[in-house]
Structure formats: structure tokens, C-alpha cells
């Protein structure tokens, strides 16, 4: 790489001339201070509140204890893509990134922006210390190993069985005929039914996850990747019969209104009996509430049905560690680094004192988050597993479509607008 141009060609496309300036401006506080030469900078998305936040802290504290090296921590939530590119155009970002492949991220190692991993597979001894298909997930169609998967993605659907058995509905809905039942005595028992973030990515996640229960893995990928709905009859089945599950009264009141965030307080607060949410929300739920729920799949379609069991969305799209261009320069620092994230202690540290699910080999079962652990126990005889769309979706795609699909959860929307907006979101990007 001869020129920072070169490799920031997409991100800076990516960036309008009005949002770039101000930010390029005090860029050097995208930065840790303490970064240098001898010091190995770490831009990370596991902060605040995020499941996992503080096994990273502690983790890293404990590496600099243990070998008196410099880790310098950067944390970003959701805007840490932005940040980074931001940082990169200046040729500041930090030498190591900790954050999901989706949207943006998936440039990344094409555009020069990070580094292909592959190599060091092998010379830093982590092959067969990672789930082979969690590799294959985060290889591009070049090849290219975008990075080390490190956390991963397990998304099932939590009923509260007491609210249920408390509306007269004695077992958990297993199809889509069932769970409108359940929906209607839930109901009436005044009790919410499903739950769901129908104003975020939430909402669009279980819209496509509906779709998958009428075609074929192979068929939704071609439909995840293009935006056809129309040109697969399977998917177009799916969109009708969500449409008929929001008109029959399964999603709570208002949840066009609602985000991830929200859906989880409610089912907390046992306002809503039924949310379909990724195992890292899981680890949020109290003990106490967790007494009260059994983790599942989303109900299969009564009629047409593409798939065996309810659904679960699983995918190794979880958080990955990403090596910078100028982390390049810092291969010295950065492979005891990931080496130890990768050893069996840290490893089995996540998984007891976070309840995050791993893209590292183990045998380790979360004790203190129950709904993490049954999820993970979920067998084939039991669940269908369906893919998690993001990987498909085109980055310029990717927020239109959220806000496009969103409309699906109001009422009146049509089948074929839903379609259609879908449709537009991927001509419009």
C-alpha cells in the first residue's frame, strides 16, 4: 500500500462532504491518547451496556497486569463503523477493531480499509481453536479472512410460559395457527402477545425471518440479495401471511413504535408475553424472570411450510477482531493480544460472566443466564435454523430497507406496498 488514498477510496465515497469536515476537524480525538509505537490501540464496540462490556474491560485489564504491555481502549456502540472510517481517512484508526460484519464492515477488507486474517490462522496457532463454520461465515467471496469471529449470533424466541398458562394457553405455540390462538387469549386476558422493535432493525429482522418459514435457504439468499420478493412466489407467501399475522392481533399495540430496546422492557416488565430476541438481550433478562420463560423457535407456517421446526435465526455474524492498515505495523503487539482473547480462560470467562455465545471452540455452558443456555441447547429434532439476512443485504441497502420494512408492522399496509417498499428500498440504494 503505497498511498492512505488508495485504501480509503469506498469510505471516503462513503462519507458526504458535510459530515466529513467537522468530523476530519478534531479527528484526533477518534484516537487513544496513549497510542504509540509501543502501545496497541483497540477500537471497541463491546462498551457500556452491551452484553459482554465489562468481561472485555476486565479481560484487557488483566492482560496489561499479567504482561505489562499497552492496550489503549477506544469504545464505540453502534456508530463505531463511522468512527473508524472517519479515523482511517485521517490514517488514525486504531490498530484493532471490535465490531459486528454487517452493512458498512463488509467493505472493509476489499477496500483496503483492514487486513485479510487468513494467514495468521495458522501462524498464531487459532485454526482449531474456532468453529469452522464461524471461518467460512467471515471468509469473502475473494477469500479474504475479514477477521477473527470472536462473538456470535443465537436468536431465538423467549415465551413467557406463566403469562401464557395465565391466559388459558397450556403449551407453547409451534405454529402459526397456534400462535394466533395464543395471541387472541393472551389478549383477552389483557396481557400483550409478541413483542418486537417494529421501528429498527428488530422488526426487520423478524419480517425476513417470517419469509425464510416459505423458502428455501438458497431461495432467500438470491431474495435477500437482490430485494426480488415479487419474483419469488415463497417469499411473497411469507409477506402475506405476516400481514395476516399482524391483522389477526400477534404483535403487541403501537409496535411500529417500538425498538430492540423497548421490546425487551417489555417482556421484562411481562407486559408482552413472547419476544424474539438475540441470546446477547438474554443475558440482560433477570434470573427471576427468567424462572417464567422456555426459549424456542418462531412457529411454523400452518399451511406451505418450507421448513421442519420454528425457526431460530443463528449466525457466527457476532463481533469480530479486525487488524487495521495500521495495525499492520503492529503484528508484534497484536498476536499475544489475540491469542490470549482466544485462550480457553477468556474464553470460558465470556461465556459464565457475560452469557455471550463464542466463536471459539468450548465445552462451557453459561450457569448465571439461563435463557442463554437453553438457547444454546437447542438441537435440529427441535428448531429449523434460518439465516441472519445481513450478510446478503447490500450495505447501501441496508438502512432504507429498515426503514421501509418497518412500515410492514402498520396497520393497513398492505402485502403488496410492503413489497413494494422492500423493492424500492434496493433500487433506491
Not at 113 to 141: C, G, M, N, Q, Y
Not at 223 to 232: L, Y
Not at 345 to 351: G, I, K, N, R, S
Request: aromatic share 6%.
Amino acid at each position: 500500500m503505497t498511498d492512505g488514498i488508495s485504501r480509503r477510496t469506498l469510505i471516503g465515497a462513503g462519507l458526504g462532504a458535510g459530515i466529513l469536515a467537522p468530523i476530519l476537524a478534531g479527528c484526533s480525538a477518534l484516537t487513544p491518547a496513549s497510542s504509540g509505537p509501543g502501545t496497541l490501540s483497540v477500537h471497541t464496540q463491546l462498551s457500556g451496556a452491551v452484553a459482554g462490556a465489562q468481561t472485555f474491560t476486565d479481560v484487557v485489564a488483566a492482560y496489561r497486569r499479567r504482561t505489562d504491555r499497552k492496550v489503549a481502549l477506544l469504545s464505540n456502540g453502534s456508530d463505531l463503523p463511522i468512527v473508524f472510517e472517519t479515523s482511517s481517512l485521517a490514517g488514525k484508526e486504531a490498530d484493532v477493531a471490535i465490531v459486528n460484519m454487517v452493512g458498512r464492515t463488509l467493505s472493509w477488507t476489499g477496500e483496503d480499509a483492514t487486513i485479510d486474517v487468513s494467514r495468521f490462522l495458522d501462524e498464531w496457532d487459532l485454526r482449531d481453536k474456532i468453529i469452522p463454520e464461524a471461518l467460512e461465515e467471515w471468509t469473502d467471496d475473494q477469500g479474504r479472512l475479514r477477521a477473527f469471529p470472536f462473538t456470535r449470533t443465537n436468536w431465538p424466541v423467549s415465551f413467557n410460559t406463566a403469562l401464557l398458562e395465565q391466559a388459558g394457553v397450556s403449551e407453547i405455540p409451534t405454529t402459526s395457527d397456534a400462535l394466533i390462538a395464543a395471541a387472541d387469549r393472551l389478549r383477552s386476558a389483557g396481557i400483550g402477545p409478541v413483542t418486537v422493535g417494529g421501528s429498527d432493525w428488530s422488526g426487520q429482522k423478524l419480517l425476513m425471518q417470517v419469509i425464510q418459514g416459505f423458502v428455501s435457504q438458497d431461495e432467500a439468499a438470491k431474495v435477500f440479495s437482490t430485494g426480488r420478493i415479487s419474483e419469488s412466489a415463497g417469499a411473497v407467501r411469507g409477506v402475506e401471511h405476516f400481514v395476516e399475522l399482524r391483522d389477526a392481533g400477534v404483535f403487541v399495540d403501537s409496535v411500529q413504535g417500538f425498538t430492540s430496546d423497548s421490546e425487551l422492557t417489555q417482556f421484562t416488565t411481562r407486559k408482552a408475553a413472547i419476544v424474539p430476541a438475540m441470546s446477547s438481550a438474554l443475558a440482560l433478562v433477570s434470573k427471576e424472570r427468567a424462572k417464567e420463560v422456555t426459549v424456542g423457535g418462531w412457529p411454523v407456517p400452518s399451511q406451505h411450510a418450507a421448513i421442519a421446526h420454528p425457526s431460530v435465526i443463528k449466525s457466527y455474524n457476532g463481533h469480530g477482531i479486525w487488524i487495521s492498515e495500521n495495525g499492520r505495523a503492529k503484528l508484534d503487539l497484536i498476536k499475544p493480544f489475540v491469542q490470549y482473547l482466544y485462550s480457553s480462560a477468556v474464553t470460558t470467562e465470556f461465556v459464565l460472566d457475560s452469557g455471550r455465545d463464542m466463536s471459539r471452540i468450548t465445552d462451557t455452558v453459561s450457569r448465571d443466564f439461563p435463557l442463554v443456555a437453553q438457547a444454546s441447547k437447542l438441537t435440529d429434532d427441535q428448531v429449523t435454523p434460518v439465516m441472519l439476512p445481513d450478510l446478503l443485504v447490500p450495505d447501501s441497502a441496508y438502512e432504507p430497507m429498515i426503514r421501509a420494512t418497518s412500515l410492514a408492522y402498520g396497520s393497513g399496509t398492505s402485502a403488496d406496498r410492503i413489497i413494494d417498499l422492500f423493492e424500492r428500498a434496493y433500487t433506491a440504494a
